[in-house]
């Protein structure tokens, strides 16, 4: 069975520190993996996509990387800040018709 | 811009009255599916689509039904609502031209959906 798994669930942080959220998967013939940010109430904003040939994509303070063969993704954070409050969803398509598989989520707060 | 549009965005209806929450998006993707979000079960794809007319069941189909007609398109039925149905929904869409091309999934803002 294709699993996701996010550590921690839920972090509380003050602002300024970096920080780092952990995403593994059971399978290692993943396509692309994807990190997303849910708000409160809101829709699912895509932050970063890595296919299966990279390593590793950036996008301001965010940085992704991806081991497929240990099955490990991360997500790293720089100089957190409060409106990066938010959940963090990473999902891999391992090519089942481009469905995603998802994990629960690590809930981020970063205070002043 | 490129856009995921739902509607409605908040639902409250009694069991068994049929339902229908729309989904377009105007970047003329051939992909687009449904996922529910519930707590503790994170998001399982409902239906998907390849293209007009080419639809297909994702991990929990029971009790919806799909339609694709137009491209831009992909509205959600509920024939009989049950409360189990109760949950946060998004649409998403892709280009789906095929494996090793870069693509990304983009997400309607979800329909909170409440049945009683």
């Known amino acids: 069975k294709q699993e996701v798994t996010q550590i921690p669930a839920a972090l509380s942080v003050p602002e300024g520190e970096n920080l780092v959220l952990n995403c593994s998967f059971t399978?290692?013939?993943?396509?692309?993996l994807q990190w997303f940010r849910q708000d409160p109430g809101k829709g699912l904003t895509s932050l970063l996509l890595?296919?299966?040939s990279q390593r590793e994509q950036t996008s301001g303070r965010l940085n992704a990387s991806l081991d497929k063969s240990s099955g490990r993704s991360t997500l790293y954070i720089a100089a957190s800040q409060p409106g990066d409050s938010a959940t963090y969803l990473c999902?891999?398509?391992?090519?089942?018709?481009?469905?995603?598989?998802w994990g629960l989520g690590t809930s981020l707060a970063v205070n002043p | 811009e490129a856009q995921v549009t739902q509607n409605p965005r908040y639902l409250i209806t009694v069991t068994g009255k049929k339902l229908t929450v729309t989904c377009s998006q105007n970047?003329?993707?051939?992909?687009m599916s449904w996922y529910r979000q519930d707590p503790g079960l994170g998001l399982r794809q409902i239906y998907y689509?390849?293209?007009?007319?080419?639809?297909d069941k994702g991990d929990v189909p029971e009790g919806y039904k799909v339609s694709r007609k137009e491209k831009r398109n992909f509205p959600l039925i509920l024939e009989s609502p049950s409360p189990n149905q109760t949950s946060l929904y998004f649409c998403?869409?892709?280009?789906?031209?095929?494996?090793?091309?870069?693509?990304?999934?983009?997400f309607g803002p979800g329909t909170r959906l409440t049945v009683t």
């Open positions: 689509s390849m293209n007009v007319e080419v639809t």
């Open positions: 890595i296919q299966s």
């Open positions: 970047m003329n993707h051939e992909y």
């Open positions: 998403a869409t892709n280009e789906g031209r095929g494996r090793g091309v870069p693509w990304e999934q983009y």
């Open positions: 399978d290692s013939a993943i396509y692309n």
């Open positions: 999902a891999f398509d391992a090519g089942n018709n481009r469905k995603l598989i």
